[in-house]
């Protein structure tokens, strides 16, 4: 057996299947072993398989765009406008290919300006999507709606409703099903006898899980009332 | 006056490297006379499937000659340009010759 470096058989079954049982399949593939065996002499085989690889995807997408093309519908004379439109696609699209690849530093370049552009659009939406568009994901959020406060006197905007704003606006705004008031902070529990942990929490008034629509993970949620002046602190989990 | 149209730039330089390589035009012969004559790189997949258009339209025949000992053992292909083939060339040739018909001073002058 000979140890000759031989075509990478992968590439060869690519040629295959792309040509797809073209009687010319086997003189094509002896066409590529003996540049293949010429490369090799002149380059060596890692050079070689390379040269090997991109031929083969090359002859395989030719081939392929070849087939896809004579599927489209055609008239008695063979040609349509899909098939003409499709030609001059296809054509485009390789010119479009062979320029890309015949000034590489610039291909580069709007390449990745391009990604760069795409990636801050997604990541654009994302921000306007999740903020604006989709609401808050929670049941019924699309009803929601969180109060803020401008102070005159400073011209600062967008702060938070003190407690005693939050209990008048409660007894007499009708506007709204439910006013409820969730401040959110981290908080440090301790055990008997452990460590405190630090943790992601909020305090809310006793009614606002109801109308949140959060089920706790262990218990029951606050009970009317177990917000008032002077009750005993509950956690919920 | 006809309608038919022409062979392609690509198709005639092929059946022309073809016909320049004889009894050698094999695939990997004809694609490097090609190469040769026009300084241009050719693409395998351009070049195949121009060939099989060439064959379909019957402007050449190819024949499978067994090869010993080299290429994985697989035969090549010989190429020849058909009568028709050729008729479409002195057609083409024609048609340029008329066009420059008279012109040989104005190509002159621009050097």
């Known amino acids: 057996?000979?140890?000759?470096?031989?075509p990478p058989r992968r590439a060869e079954r690519v040629v295959e299947v792309g040509l797809a049982g073209d009687a010319a399949t086997d003189t094509i593939l002896g066409d590529l072993h003996q540049e293949f065996d010429e490369?090799?002499?002149?380059?060596?085989?890692?050079?070689?398989r390379a040269w090997y690889w991109l031929v083969a995807l090359e002859l395989a997408a030719r081939y392929r765009l070849r087939a896809l093309r004579r599927r489209l519908p055609g008239d008695a004379e063979g040609e349509s406008r899909w098939r003409v439109g499709a030609t001059d696609l296809l054509g485009e699209l390789r010119y479009g290919f062979r320029m890309l690849r015949k000034t590489p530093l610039v291909s580069l370049a709007a390449i990745l300006t391009i990604a760069v552009g795409i990636g801050m659009t997604v990541q654009t939406f994302s921000i306007v999507h999740g903020t604006a568009l989709r609401g808050v994901p929670l049941p019924g959020g699309e009803r929601l709606v969180q109060v803020r406060t401008k102070n005159?006197?400073?011209g600062s905007r967008n702060q938070s409703v003190p407690y005693h704003?939050?209990?008048?606006?409660?007894?007499?705004?009708?506007a709204f099903e439910s006013v409820g008031s969730v401040?959110?902070?981290t908080l440090n529990l301790a055990g008997e006898g452990g460590p405190p942990e630090r943790y992601d929490g909020g305090w809310v008034s006793a009614d606002s899980l109801s109308w949140l629509g959060v089920p706790p993970e262990l218990g029951r949620v606050f009970l009317p009332g177990e917000d008032r002046e002077g009750?005993?602190?509950l956690l919920v989990l | 006056m006809g309608t038919k149209s022409f062979l392609g730039e690509f198709e005639q330089m092929l059946l022309l490297a073809i016909l320049r390589k004889g009894d050698e035009a094999y695939g990997v012969e004809v694609r490097r006379e090609l190469e040769e004559c026009t300084g241009k790189s050719v693409t395998r997949g351009a070049f195949y499937t121009t060939l099989d258009r060439l064959q379909s339209k019957g402007y050449l025949?190819?024949?499978?000659?067994?090869v010993e000992g080299r290429r994985g053992g697989r035969p090549q292909r010989h190429f020849e340009v058909t009568e028709e083939g050729l008729e479409e060339l002195r057609r083409v040739r024609e048609a340029f010759d008329n066009l420059w018909e008279g012109l040989d001073h104005v190509v002159a002058r621009s050097r």
Not at chain 1, 1 to 6: E, F, G, K, Q
Not at chain 2, 61 to 66: F, I, N
């Open chain 1, 1 to 6: 057996m000979s140890d000759a470096p031989r």
């Open chain 1, 39 to 48: 490369r090799v002499a002149g380059g060596g085989a890692l050079r070689a």
């Open chain 1, 152 to 154: 005159p006197d400073t």
């Open chain 1, 165 to 174: 704003d939050f209990l008048e606006m409660r007894e007499r705004v009708s």
């Open chain 1, 183 to 185: 401040y959110t902070g």
């Open chain 1, 231 to 233: 009750a005993e602190p």
């Open chain 2, 61 to 66: 025949t190819w024949e499978k000659k067994p």
